[in-house]
């Protein structure tokens, strides 16, 4: 059973100043059952302001050269102190930013200068809503190698939120097991929310952002497309493969192995209901699709040989042709004697060569070429599922739309329909199938 408490979490423009704190902390207020509060590090508060934690990094560059870093560690301590008086707080930071000052001096690592912007957050998060703080470094663990580790992670933090009634938790970073700080990638306090919310075994992981959820397609591409309400967690991956952003990638797995859904809100307007991201859902999208997403720069590798189909371990040893060159591949749809190979250009240049060299040795084809400027768009939708006639209006939009298809990839799941187009087509593709199933 789920508790009925609901984990929130705040991005960075969310907290980027006090104006934002003052609504991510009346909307914790407005619902007695958001108990934990996971705040990112103050991003940007109009476009060309500098996140905290890039200004973190740059100053930690500096000190870790030997170079003077005072008026950088200053700028960073005014957005602070900033947001602390704005507030009417009676906080001081004096003592923290000594501390740290310290630590750069004696080279404590890029990761605990990053991480730096969430503690500090975090403290004035607590004070301002009047919770507890719990630093995540003595939470959230890491393993030796690095990854994270979520048996010891819920062995101390579960325990601890089942005793706390209301926290504060920066995001962003956790333990190494010799104790120096370790942070997740770029965009990591989304994970943090989600580790929260499966160690307080939450009802709800709210992650409020700047946007209000997913949207079906690339607003740069279609103009004011519509929300997606509801997305399943295995939908969200794939549209995240394919470049839809919002939500850090790891940030589903903790969540998701417990069955609890995550709700994309916006905290510029919080009457939007967002985005939920659920395990199942029985109802299926309006339109049948959830969303499309796509990505350029891809290159196809195509391998011809009469026969092929009779040869054991033809497909393996094409793909061996490139492990021996460390690439990975996306996608393989193949024929009767062709193979197609598609990899992201960005990985195969400088290695066409050998590539093909290798594919010559090892299965001695008839033909190869290489084909640059594919683009993938991915047509995803759980409603897609023995719906007839989907495929077919989708290349029927897109002949309308004079878009000639270069490759097509069902997944088995029938979640997902993969279309290859040339990177000119990518923008009227994605519009003229968005256009067939929503407008
Ligand atoms: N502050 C970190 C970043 O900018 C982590 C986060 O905001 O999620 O990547």
Redesign the pocket.
Known sequence: MNSQKKVVKF??TSLADAKQFRKAAGIVRSDPSRCFVVV??P?KRFKDDI????MLYACYDKASKGTNFDADFAEIEKRFTDIISDLGLDLSLESEFEKIKEAFVHHAGRNYA?SR??YLNGIIMSDYLGYEFIDAAEYIFFDESGNFDLETTLGKLSPKLAETDKAVIP??YGSMPDDTVKTFS?????VTGSIVARAANAALYENWTDVSGFLICDPRIVENPKPIRTITYRELRELAYMGAGVL?EDAIFPVRAADIPINIRNTDNPDDPGTMIVSETAESSKYIITGIAGKKNFSVVQIEKDMMNTEKGFGRNVLRAFEKNDMCFEHMPSGIDTMSVIVATDSLVGKEKAVLDEIHERVNPDKTEIENNLALIAVVGRGMRKARGTAARIFTALADARVNIKMIDQGSSELNIIIGVEEEDFEAAVRAIYNVFVK
């Open positions: 991005g960075g990112s590090a991003g996140k905290i934690t890039d990053a912007g969430e995001g962003f770029r965009g990591g306090s989304d850090h």
